[in-house]
């Protein structure tokens, strides 16, 4: 019996839909960092369904079809991705200098974390986040 989940894959991975899925691929390996991990492509060529991975997270992604629409048409986000890197700063700089519509910048919080907020090409939330001190040391 295969192993559940794959050897190479987390036991939680987020799973986002986008209307452009081989676009958002390109955009957040620009922006973000991700690589891509796998890709399946359907008729005409377009990806219907992908694995980008982070820092040995996985984000998986798809597109469920012409009725579906962004957090970008829709005008609401129901999810945020919460990312922690290694230099908060630079990561902000990448992402901000690659078109990244930023929501927050980068600051100290009160629980221990610089981060910053993003919003990628079809809306869908991102934060990255560097552990920069404990609980009630920084922000605060």
Not at 48 to 65: K, L, R, S, T
Not at 125 to 138: D, I, L
Request: glycine content about 12%; aromatic content about 10%; proline content about 9%.
């Amino acid at each position: 019996m295969p192993k559940s989940p794959p050897e190479d894959m987390p036991r939680i991975s987020p799973y986002l839909l986008y209307e452009d899925v081989g676009g958002a691929m390109e955009w957040l390996r620009t922006a973000f960092g991700l690589r891509e991990r796998h890709r399946i492509t359907g008729p005409g060529g377009a990806v219907q369904h992908a694995d980008m991975e982070f820092e040995g997270g996985v984000i998986m992604m798809g597109c469920p079809g012409p009725d579906y629409r962004n957090p970008k048409h829709t005008g609401h986000r129901t999810q945020e991705l919460y990312i922690y890197v290694d230099d908060v700063d630079a990561h902000f700089r990448r992402a901000r200098e690659a078109g990244a519509e930023i929501v927050e910048e980068p600051a100290d919080q009160p629980y221990g974390d610089r981060r910053y907020r993003a919003l990628d090409p079809e809306g869908h939330a991102w934060c990255f986040a560097q552990r920069v001190g404990e609980v009630g040391e920084t922000g605060g």
